[in-house]
């Protein structure tokens, strides 16, 4: 219960009160002629090119061309360190529009918010004044995308996480529209859990900001493994994508056939400071920059992971056929 079918059925009126109550907004991006779909997914990226970032982009820009990409997925801590002071800030240009500039990558790039950018005005990431200077930005706190072959579910981590309410040190958080939390909370799961069980996609994605697994620095988020991660199992998810952590990862679910995806290393990474590297299900670990791609077929799904020189690290396949899961 609770995904309110019938809503469906008495369209306009009541369409626009479902928006009201919070369901989450959809956008429909179609795959190519053939049915395939691939993109390329990074994080935690926006130091107007410092750090690397530009020598990754430019790696990107490459990939991308070589792949033939429909999308870019950003993972969010979009603009170092404190977000966007507002919608003029020109850090959008600075780390964005200028730093990212091939060919390939002048497509729409779908992003969710992370701990950094709730540091600025997180509000000025979600404003259609951004898209006005660069028509590529997407940004919403949570969301929907329908590319045909895979819906892609964009959920807004920052507010899971309990320290930054109740131990923010020294960080000024932007809440304005998520208090009161359990409340948000509890309606993002709800909105979440609708999407999923109502998907008929071949391939189920779910993008946030924060690992629900990693080795890296941050480690596990406790709260998304509680209250996420339920959910993601029982509606057949094949991958949670994240950022977060300055790494790249893949680590298998021991428990479904999950794959937990992280893409955080945009910029600053080499943080030196790795958990648990004997853990099990942990397929790849790499604490340098790069970026991940993800090409999908009907019946295959290929990731692999980059460095900054473009090199492949990492490559694994995930087959499909009638539903199943199985892999390689
Ligand atoms: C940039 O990448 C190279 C190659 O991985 C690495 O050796 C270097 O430390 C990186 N620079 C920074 C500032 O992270």
Redesign the pocket.
């Known amino acids: 219960m609770g995904c309110d079918r019938w809503v469906m059925l008495v369209i306009p009126i009541i369409y626009a009160l479902s928006n009201v109550s919070g369901e989450l907004k959809r956008f429909e991006q179609p795959s190519k002629g053939d049915g395939s779909l691939s993109f390329l997914v990074i994080g935690d990226w926006g130091r107007r090119g410092?750090?690397?970032q530009s020598?990754v982009a430019s790696q990107m820009g490459k990939m991308g061309e070589k792949l033939d990409i429909d999308f870019v997925v950003s993972t969010g801590d979009n603009f170092y360190d404190n977000g966007l002071r507002s919608v003029h800030d020109l850090a959008f240009e600075e780390s964005f529009t200028n730093i990212y500039t091939a060919n390939s990558l002048q497509k729409q790039w779908y992003s969710v918010l992370g701990n950094h950018d709730y540091r600025g005005d997180a509000e000025a990431q979600l404003s259609p004044l951004l898209t006005k200077i660069d028509t590529r930005w997407l940004c919403l706190r949570s969301f929907i995308v329908n590319a045909e072959l895979a819906e892609i579910i964009f959920v807004d981590t920052t507010p899971f996480v309990k320290s930054y309410f109740q131990d923010p040190e020294d960080h000024i958080y932007d809440w304005r529209g998520i208090n009161p939390r359990k409340h948000y909370i509890a309606n993002l799961l709800k909105d979440v859990e609708c999407a999923l069980r109502e998907s008929n996609a071949k391939w189920k994605i779910v993008v946030g900001h924060h690992a629900i697994k990693s080795v890296g620095h941050h480690g596990d988020t406790r709260e998304l493994a509680t209250h996420l991660l339920p959910i993601l199992k029982a509606n057949n998810v094949d991958f949670y994508m994240n950022g977060h952590d300055h790494c790249l990862e893949h680590i298998s679910d021991t428990e479904s056939p999950i794959q937990f995806l992280t893409s955080g290393a945009g910029?600053?990474?080499?943080r030196g400071d790795v958990k648990q590297l004997n853990r099990e299900g942990l397929k790849f670990f790499y604490d340098?920059?790069g970026f991940m791609s993800v090409q999908l077929t009907q019946s295959n799904a290929e990731i692999a992971f980059y460095?900054?020189?473009g090199k492949i690290l990492h490559r694994w396949n995930a087959f499909k056929q009638f539903g199943d899961h199985s892999s390689i």
């Open positions: 410092a750090f690397n020598q910029s600053k990474a080499w340098g920059q460095d900054v020189d």
